[in-house]
Structure formats: structure tokens, C-alpha cells
């Protein structure tokens, strides 16, 4: 997990993959099945669990990118903009590293 206690997409991903299968039963009209097993054996997917496993982690990273898209935004609004240079980098870095100290790997 990251410093900041967020947790990255592609951390996110590594940690799906090792979670424990659960079933969840749904209950769809006969139009959205068919849809679905049209999808399956057209687009690649060996059941309909996969295809639903597919549309969740790209309803997640949707979700991850209005995220980022937000913070972006907010940090566009956040003030004045500053001139970063590699000075300015060393500079913040020995003033967190004294007011946090240096944290070992």
C-alpha cells in the first residue's frame, strides 16, 4: 500500500487477482441475457463471469480517472502556480525530511 494510505490502480489490480471467487446471483430480463451470452461468445470471454469481472474493473477505473481527473482540477484552483525546478525539488525534499524525518525502506 502506498505512504499516503491510497492505494494505486495497479495495486489495486494485483490484490483482484489474489481475492477469493465468491458467487453473486443476479437478475437480469431475457433481453440483457441475451445481450450478455452475445457478448461472451463474441468478445473473447469464456463465461459470463468473466465478461461481469471485465465491466466492474472498467467501472473502477473509470472511477480512478474522474478521481485523478477531480484532484487535477482542484490543484488547477489551488492557487498561484509555482516555478518548479530541480532546486525547488531539493528544497522541499530537506524541509519534509526535517519535519518528518527520513523514513527507511
Not at 23 to 34: H, T, V
Not at 74 to 93: C, F, H, M, R
Request: glycine share 6%; charged share 30%; aromatic share 8%.
Amino acid at each position: 500500500m502506498a505512504e499516503n494510505g491510497r492505494i494505486s490502480y495497479s495495486e489495486a489490480m494485483k490484490t483482484e487477482t489474489k481475492d477469493q471467487l465468491t458467487s453473486m446471483n443476479i437478475s437480469l430480463p431475457e433481453s440483457m441475457k441475451l445481450f450478455i451470452e452475445t457478448e461472451v461468445s463474441s468478445g473473447g470471454y469464456g463465461t459470463a463471469s468473466e465478461y461481469f469481472r471485465e465491466l466492474v474493473r472498467e467501472a473502477k477505473r473509470r472511477k480512478a480517472e474522474e478521481r485523478l481527473e477531480t484532484l487535477l482540477l482542484e490543484a488547477l484552483d489551488s492557487g498561484q502556480p509555482i516555478t518548479v525546478t530541480p532546486e525547488y525539488w531539493e528544497n522541499k525534499k530537506a524541509s519534509l525530511t526535517t519535519k518528518y524525518g527520513k523514513k527507511s525502506k
